[in-house]
């Protein structure tokens, strides 16, 4: 059994930074594709970004060069450094074990002046 546990979101401004942290505890986190989904209000969950276990990363256009994701293995930890946020990146931000397909609790994300 695969637990994924979101934390770091919040309320920050237009133009501002966030970073959320994602812990895993079971499997073999070291191997396994992790992914960032988010959901904005009334529309679907919708995929981020991703990492594969060596680092190699992948990103949806729209937070190209704005969003990093990240991996430390030791700490059994993935993170999603954002930057240059806009009002669109509102939303609940889930991680999830794409190997396994476990999912996240989610952590809000709003973006507000």
């Known amino acids: 059994q695969v637990s994924l546990v979101e934390s770091g979101g919040g309320l920050v401004q237009p133009g501002g930074s966030l970073t959320l942290s994602c812990v895993a505890s079971g499997g073999i986190f070291s191997i396994t594709i992790m992914r960032w989904y988010r959901q904005a209000p009334g529309k679907q969950r919708e995929l981020v970004g991703s990492?594969?276990?060596?680092?190699?990363?992948d990103y949806v256009d729209s937070v190209k060069g704005r969003f990093t994701i990240s991996r430390d293995n030791a700490k059994r930890t993935v993170y999603l450094q954002m930057n240059n946020l806009n009002l669109e990146d509102t939303g609940v931000y889930y991680c999830?074990?794409?190997?396994?397909?476990?999912w996240g609790q989610g952590t809000q994300v709003t973006v507000s002046s």
């Open positions: 990492i594969t276990g060596d680092g190699v990363t």
């Open positions: 999830q074990d794409a190997v396994r397909g476990f």
